[in-house]
């Protein structure tokens, strides 16, 4: 099985991105293209979901597009789900992730919590498993 749906993320720090995502929320590279020393596209790959990241680059699409560094706040957030909420609090909060609520259970079932990676995006964990 594999994701119909992949977020796609900016970092003004691609490469700290990559080696930071991996360490906190435990996902893996499983492509990284650098060009000219800035990550410009990276899949990262949690169970069988996916994130893609790259990096802040003047291009086409680069002008279409924002972090939250520049925006001021959170334009999205993430969820991804996993099977120990605690141990995976910790594991992130360990590696400097600022945890915002939770681990906490939930009225609809599963328990999460949410945090704030180093550029300030909003990431979502949790047991809950909207396809079962």
């Not at 099985?1 to 900016?10: A, E, F, K």
């Not at 360490?23 to 893609?52: D, K, N, P, W």
């Not at 560094?69 to 141990?87: L, Q, S």
């Amino acid at each position: 099985m594999s994701s119909t749906v992949i977020p796609g993320l900016r970092y003004h720090d691609a490469a700290k991105a990559v080696e930071w995502l991996c360490e906190a929320f435990g996902f893996e590279a499983r492509l990284v293209v650098e060009e000219s020393g800035v990550i410009v596209h990276a899949q990262l790959t949690h169970g069988t979901g996916m994130v893609m990241i790259g990096g802040v680059v003047d291009d086409e699409y680069g002008r279409l597009v924002t972090t939250v560094m520049e925006a001021g706040k959170p334009t999205e957030t993430v969820y991804v789900i996993v099977a120990d909420v605690e141990a995976h609090a910790e594991r992130a909060r360990t590696a400097g992730a600022e945890i915002l609520t939770g681990p906490s259970e939930q009225d609809y079932g599963g328990s999460n919590y949410t945090c704030r990676d180093f550029e300030g995006n909003i990431w979502n964990f949790g047991s809950y498993n909207p396809w079962t």
